[in-house]
């Protein structure tokens, strides 16, 4: 009987053991557990429902535990659900008598889902501020992956849980109403750390790629770091504006290699920002209407393009740039290099400008620099929030070099200060300047030098009324004192010892003092005063040759004094040009008048030593590019001459008038008795001979018709009468 049950017992024991053996190495299929394991699912979460087919038990006998598994269940919550392809579980045995929660860990492997599903199954569980801007924010896209997760006593998930898996196609919704679109990465997330490996995406028609950016918490941050990239597109200018305050570009393409790292709170608040990037700037179109740059840069055609320009850039509290490239101004190309450092709001900056294709016109000082000449610009400075100060600008060719020393400058490009400015060059007439104007005290600068050429200045002064001013300078009153030793004022003419001085208030021109002296020891003196918004401008010259050459349609001047005086206010001029003493010869327009007059006596004179003038008296009004002559009178022993008419800048010249020859014999025989009342009248201007003329075209082509015979107006009679008078 004994030996019988010890048989069983060790049967029991056997088939115990065998179904131990059976149960922790092949397991069996079974649903009695579904709706336990199910029912303390919904005791936790109670929004959600688990669908099992049967599961697959094995046994871990040691920790009286069951390890339980299920293919292709469903999660189902809120009329959605979350397809898996398996579940697998370790089920704690005593648990299930205790009535206790016995799931220790849940190991899941999905099917493809809808990712807005997956993060509102997540808020079921733990809702954060994140998550709802994230589920916001999704409008589609799919997601697979693998998660472990483990639960404590009471059935919540620990945070030691591990996500990976691939996320595809996904499209979100921003802020900014702009969208992510075909978003594709891999990731892992484990104890609150993320990493995204092979990351691409669709933003504004811009692909972006990334390797990998990973996420880690550290205390109250999370360190984010990784790179980005793109290929060589069009940058959308909603991400332009997002990198440049002010953006004038109207077309970017660029690729770009980007390494970053930063921190970020829980209320996306972003520190210790890191960026290293390399990026080509294949093309770039920088817009501006600024009139004025096309200036100084006649190529400029409303634009610069900026080509195949490789950039370093790093940024860490600084931001550091580094560029070389092609720099296009209309069809123009030239080379350019350039260091930043930007700062705590201040920009200091070093570029160097090969301008050997472009052109550069500065007409202040007459000089040009032409195309296909070799030449360098070089700018150094800092610019913060208040104010620009340029250390150093410098453009150097073959044969010219100009700097300018510690400039400091307004937002609205006003100099305020300045040290020094250097001029050494040879201008449009190929005249050697050399001057330099230095920063004495203050407001206070002296301009002085050996050879400068004053023939531009002059001109646009006495003869230039264009409404647009150059404004250089803040509304302070500078004073410069002038100390030249030799200044040319036309391609012949040239003065010595130039002294005086100037004041320039408010961008504009005060009490002007000039003097001076010619080669030949004549003379002259220019004063220019402002009150009261009227400028008056009075120049006299012992030598009036190199004055009177400046306007065009007077020819073949010798001799004479000039006496000129203007009076400017509310942009309209008023001026008065007197002559005395001159000669005419070589006067095309004069000698086909007397020509066609029949008086070749006096035209052959002017081909000879010329016509002498008693006195040249010009009345005349300027507006912007017309000079509008309101009369010119010239008396002299040979002619007289009265016209009026206007010039309209360098295209047109139109003149009308009356010329008389022998006025001196007219006179003389009209005032013998009876034999001058037959010759010459009993009134005054009966029977006097002159002659009218028009002269009318550009002054290269000027177009001249005579009536040969006319009784003179009292007009030109009253003005002759009142120049013999002060003659005798």
Not at 93 to 99: A, G, K, N, T, Y
Request: proline residues 2%; aromatic residues 10%.
């Amino acid at each position: 009987m004994l030996k019988k049950i010890t048989y069983i017992i060790f049967f029991i024991l056997a088939l115990i053991l065998l179904s131990i053996f059976f149960l922790s190495y092949f397991g069996f299929k079974t649903d009695r557990f579904n709706r336990n394991i199910s029912d303390q699912l919904k005791k936790n979460y109670p929004k959600i429902n688990v669908d099992f087919t049967d599961i697959k038990l094995l046994l871990n006998p040691f920790d009286l535990s069951l390890s339980l598994e299920t293919k292709n269940p469903k999660i189902f919550f809120e009329k959605k659900e979350v397809k898996l392809k398996k579940i697998s579980t370790t089920y704690n045995i005593l648990s299930f008598f205790r009535d206790e929660f016995g799931i220790n860990n849940l190991n899941l492997v999905s099917e493809k889902n809808e990712v807005k599903n997956l993060i509102k199954l997540i808020r079921l569980n733990k809702d954060t501020p994140q998550l709802y801007l994230i589920d916001n924010a999704i409008n589609k896209g799919k997601i697979s992956f693998e998660a472990k997760v483990n639960f404590d006593e009471k059935g919540k998930i620990e945070d030691d849980f591990k996500v990976s898996g691939k996320i595809t196609d996904l499209y979100m919704n921003l802020l900014n109403k702009n969208k992510i679109k075909d978003l594709n990465f891999k990731f892992n997330f484990f104890n609150k750390n993320v990493d995204l490996k092979n990351l691409s995406l669709n933003y504004l028609n811009l692909k972006i790629l990334s390797e990998n950016i990973s996420l880690k918490k550290k205390n109250k941050f999370y360190l984010i770091k990784g790179n980005i990239e793109n290929s060589s597109e069009v940058i959308p200018n909603e991400i332009t504006s997002l990198i440049l305050k002010n953006n004038y570009f109207d077309k970017i393409i660029l690729s770009s290699k980007n390494d970053f790292s930063f921190k970020i709170s829980k209320k996306f608040k972003i520190s210790d920002l890191s960026i290293k990037s390399k990026i080509n700037i294949e093309e770039a179109i920088f817009a501006s209407e600024n009139k004025s740059i096309k200036k100084y840069v006649p190529d400029f055609e409303n634009e610069f393009k900026f080509l195949n320009h490789n950039l370093d850039i790093e940024y860490k509290k600084k931001l550091l740039v580094k560029g070389r490239g092609i720099i296009g101004i209309g069809n123009k190309e030239d080379k350019i290099e350039y260091n930043l450092n930007y700062i705590n709001d201040k920009l200091e900056y070093v570029a160097v400008l090969f301008l050997n294709q472009t052109s550069i016109k500065l007409d202040l000082i007459n000089f040009s620099k032409k195309e296909n000449i070799k030449s360098k610009l070089r700018v150094k400075g800092k610019n913060s929030n208040k104010k620009i100060k340029i250390e150093k600008i410098s453009l150097s060719t073959d044969n010219s070099n100009i700097s300018l020393d510690n400039f400091e400058i307004t937002k609205n490009y006003r100099i305020t200060n300045f040290e020094k400015i250097k001029l050494d060059y040879f201008d449009v007439e190929n005249k050697k300047n050399d001057l330099i104007i230095k920063n004495n005290n203050k407001n206070h600068y002296l301009i002085s030098g050996n050879n400068f050429n004053l023939s531009k200045i002059i001109e646009d002064t006495l003869f230039n009324e264009s409404d647009e001013s150059i404004k250089l300078f803040d509304k302070k009153n500078r004073i410069f004192k002038v100390d030249f030793n030799e200044n040319y004022i036309d391609k012949e003419h040239y003065l010595i010892n130039l002294r005086g001085q100037f004041q320039i208030k408010n961008n504009d021109l005060y009490d002007l003092s000039l003097n001076s002296k010619f080669a030949n020891n004549k003379k002259i003196s220019l004063s220019i005063k402002t009150v009261n918004n009227n400028k008056v401008t009075t120049l006299y010259s012992d030598f009036a040759k190199p004055i009177v050459k400046k306007y065009k349609f007077i020819k073949g001047f010798e001799e004479g004094k000039i006496d000129f005086s203007s009076n400017k206010k509310n942009k309209i001029t008023n001026s008065k040009l007197k002559i005395y003493d001159f000669k005419l010869k070589e006067l095309p327009a004069l000698t086909k008048i007397l020509t066609l007059a029949s008086l070749q006596g006096i035209a052959d004179i002017l081909s000879g030593e010329g016509v002498r003038f008693d006195e040249f008296e010009m009345s005349f009004k300027n507006k912007k590019d017309l000079m509008d002559i309101e009369e010119i009178y010239a008396i002299g022993p040979a002619i007289s001459i009265l016209m009026d008419g206007y010039i309209q800048g360098d295209n047109l010249i139109s003149l009308r008038g009356t010329l008389v020859p022998a006025t001196t014999i007219n006179k003389f025989v009209g005032s013998i008795p009876i034999l001058g009342d037959i010759l010459v009248g009993k009134k005054t201007g009966e029977g006097v001979f002159g002659v009218s003329f028009k002269i009318k075209g550009s002054p290269k082509n000027l177009k001249t018709t005579v009536n040969p015979i006319k009784t003179l107006t009292p007009r030109f009679i009253t003005r002759t009468l009142e120049k013999i008078k002060k003659i005798d």
